[in-house]
């Protein structure tokens, strides 16, 4: 089985910074895509970023320039440095990767979340 746990989440001011961090345990083979999502009440889940095993990265337009992703593959370990925080920010992050247990056998996995607030 295999687990992604989210930390890191937070209230902070506007302009603020927080970092997330999200670790991946269980029977791991290998990680390929591993991404970070959000959501906020009655909206659609959507990627803010993304970042494969061969580190080609993808950021959604509203983030680019204030956020940066990247992985410690060492530790199965993604992490999302959000700067210059708005309170449209405002939301529940997501990890999310796609983990094979086993040689080839690909799944997505998602974490539990967790809320970032951005208000003064």
């Known amino acids: 089985q295999v687990q992604l746990v989210e930390s890191g989440g937070g209230l902070v001011q506007p302009g603020g910074s927080l970092r997330l961090s999200c670790a991946a345990s269980g029977s791991i083979f290998s990680i390929n895509f591993m991404a970070w999502s959000r959501q906020t009440p009655g909206n659609q889940r959507e990627l803010v970023a993304a970042i494969t095993s061969g580190d080609r990265i993808n950021y959604a337009d509203s983030v680019k320039g204030r956020f940066t992703i990247s992985r410690d593959n060492a530790k199965n370990t993604v992490y999302l440095q959000m700067n210059s925080l708005k309170p449209e920010d405002t939301a529940i992050y997501y990890c999310?990767?796609?983990?094979?247990?086993?040689?080839?056998?690909?799944?997505?996995?998602w974490g539990q979340g967790t809320q970032v607030t951005v208000s003064s």
């Open positions: 999310n990767a796609d983990v094979a247990p086993s040689y080839g056998n690909y799944r997505r996995y």
